[in-house]
């Protein structure tokens, strides 16, 4: 499974983006689909998570209430809307993909094997 980020770019706070997962097909192996960002010198985290079967969402607590994940299953992309944007979302944002259920151990990095190039997001 490929996945291909878009949708990035410069910003300033409060403002809004949305970016956008391609993924080559939609099977097994993006049951779960997942956004992660890294800041320099940070661990990557997890930011929100959803299970592509049913649906489910999930959401690190620094982005409840402004980040929102959703799918288009006919065009294989999963999408992430972030709005009221702030100075700490700076940060590389990528996509990944699991064939397991999102769980409770959705932002565990390790979990995932495919991962997208990332897309840069700086808020100002």
């Known amino acids: 499974v490929q996945l291909v980020e878009s949708g990035g770019g410069s910003v300033q706070a409060g403002g809004s983006l949305r970016l956008s997962c391609a993924a080559s097909?939609?099977?097994?192996?993006?049951?779960?689909m997942a956004w992660f960002r890294q800041a320099p010198g940070k661990e990557r985290e997890g930011v929100t998570a959803i299970y592509t079967t049913g649906g489910t969402t999930d959401y690190a607590d620094s982005v409840k209430g402004r980040f929102s994940i959703s799918q288009d299953n006919a065009k294989n992309t999963v999408y992430l809307q972030m709005n009221s944007l702030k100075p700490e979302d700076t940060a590389m944002y990528y996509c990944?993909?699991?064939?397991?259920?999102?769980?409770?151990?959705?932002?565990?990095?390790?979990?995932?094997?495919?991962w997208g190039q990332g897309t840069q997001v700086t808020v100002s």
């Open positions: 990944a993909a699991t064939p397991w259920s999102c769980g409770g151990n959705w932002a565990d990095k390790d979990k995932y094997g495919h």
């Open positions: 097909r939609i099977t097994y192996s993006t049951r779960c």
